[in-house]
């Protein structure tokens, strides 16, 4: 298991599955392009590109380098941008009847040990021991009011908003941009102004 400081983005929940076998790093999904529609992915993006940096990691057909320069574009210089490239290799994937308009794998369709060669040639793989704050779990956003309770969800938009991720994002993945970018720290203080 590959531990990355930065957060990698990806343009479909199948493509996050696949980078899930390889890296814990926190992965932010575009949605293809419901990324040009809905403005708080954009600024999730925004703010982990200035927070842990992003790897963008699209498909290598003519969508995949629309959204990937859009990204570009939208992030700027207010954010560390690196780009990861899979090869163009013609096929499909598994769970597909056909391949794609252009014929090409996507990133779903990388083999794991190719996924983790290209993220290695981007990035630096850290030690995950290096952190000593505590972990942000589950149990902790129950205990804050965030999940199980009547005004959970509205709770977690409010944090959503604060910490300048998207308010539908869900408690796992949640959790996962609390421990990877914001720490347990500025999480209890931002809980106390909530």
Known sequence: ?????????????????????VTDA???C???FTLYTDKSIINSIRTMAKKTGII?????DSAGFRIRNYIKQCVGENGTVK????????????RKERPGKEGLLGVEGISEEQLSKILESVTE???KTEKNEPQITKAMLFEDG??????SAEKRKKLARMLGLPVRISSNALIEVLNAAVGYEEYKKTIGKI
């Open 83 to 94: 780009h990861a490239y899979i090869p163009s290799v013609e096929g499909k994937e598994k």
């Open 146 to 151: 965030l999940s199980g309770g009547i005004e």
């Open 30 to 32: 575009t949605g293809g």
């Open 125 to 127: 793989v850290c030690d």
């Open 26 to 28: 926190p992965i932010i």
């Open 56 to 60: 963008v990691l699209t498909d290598s």
């Open 1 to 21: 298991m590959l531990h990355i400081k930065e957060t990698i983005v990806v343009e479909g929940k199948f493509d996050k599955e696949q980078l899930k076998k």
